[in-house]
Nanobody
Framework: VQLQASGGGLVQPGGSLRLSCTAS????????IAWFRQAPGEEREGVSC????????YHTDSVKGRFTISSDNAENTVYLQMNSLKPEDTAVYYC???????????????????WGKGTLVTVSS
């Protein structure tokens, strides 16, 4: 499975961005997709995940109410809509995939099967 992340950029605080993660080599119903981010000098953090097979989603507390993860199975793409962005959201964002295990998704980085290259999100005035 190959993952291609895109959509990063420079945005002012309070602004919005939509990240995309397009999968090739498999269909989304066989995998759950997660978004991680890593800020300079910080550890990689699991942000959100979705399993297309059952529609279960997860968002870490710091982004709840601001970020929304969704999937378009026809396009084999997962989106991360990021609203009300804050400077502390600045990071390189990565998408990753783990095999669907019958229920839901997780954001445990060491249990991901595939990773895409990152896309940089900078929130600054």
């Amino acid at each position: 499975v190959q993952l291609q992340a895109s959509g990063g950029g420079l945005v002012q605080p309070g602004g919005s961005l939509r990240l995309s993660c397009t999968a090739s080599g498999s269909t989304l119903d066989r995998y759950a997709i997660a978004w991680f981010r890593q800020a300079p000098g910080e550890e990689r953090e699991g942000v959100s995940c979705i399993s297309s097979a059952d529609g279960i989603t997860y968002h870490t507390d710091s982004v709840k109410g601001r970020f929304t993860i969704s999937s378009d199975n026809a396009e084999n793409t997962v989106y991360l809509q990021m609203n009300s962005l804050k400077p502390e959201d600045t990071a390189v964002y990565y998408c990753a995939a783990h095999q669907y295990g019958g229920w839901g998704c997780h954001v445990m980085a060491n249990r991901m099967d595939y990773w895409g290259k990152g896309t940089l999100v900078t929130v600054s005035s």
